[in-house]
């Protein structure tokens, strides 16, 4: 299967800046669609930006012109570069990923999965 895991979250002061990653690590074959979802506290979980693997990036209204996703293909890595942060922003942060693994005789299998989160958290 695959694994996906988070860094980079933290307190940070209205305005600043913060910047996430996230690494893929199993058996994979592809990542079609690798990203950032938010929920905070009470509220459902909402997409923030995600990158495919041909380089298309989409992101929320709520994010765009502050938030910048990227993302390394051969490191099986996106990040999102968090600037102007609102104090609205505050939330778990989870990586997400969506492609194929290998699966031995069968040939690749499907797979949609999620990391644990990390906390941005958003106060002066």
């Known amino acids: 299967q695959v694994r996906l895991a988070e860094s980079g979250g933290g307190l940070v002061q209205p305005g600043g800046s913060l910047s996430l990653t996230c690494v893929a690590s199993?058996?994979?074959?592809?990542?079609?669609?690798m990203g950032w979802y938010r929920q905070a506290p009470g509220k459902q979980r909402e997409l923030v930006a995600t990158?495919?693997?041909?380089?298309?990036?989409t992101y929320a209204d709520s994010v765009k012109g502050r938030f910048t996703v990227s993302r390394d293909n051969d490191a099986n890595t996106v990040y999102l570069r968090m600037n102007r942060i609102e104090p609205e922003d505050t939330a778990l942060y989870y990586c997400?990923?969506?492609?194929?693994?290998?699966?031995?005789?069968?040939?690749?299998?499907?797979?949609?999965?999620w990391g644990r989160g990390t906390q941005v958290t958003v106060s002066s």
């Open positions: 997400n990923a969506e492609g194929l693994f290998k699966a031995g005789n069968f040939g690749p299998l499907s797979f949609n999965n």
């Open positions: 199993g058996t994979i074959y592809a990542i079609n669609v």
């Open positions: 990158a495919s693997s041909g380089g298309t990036l």
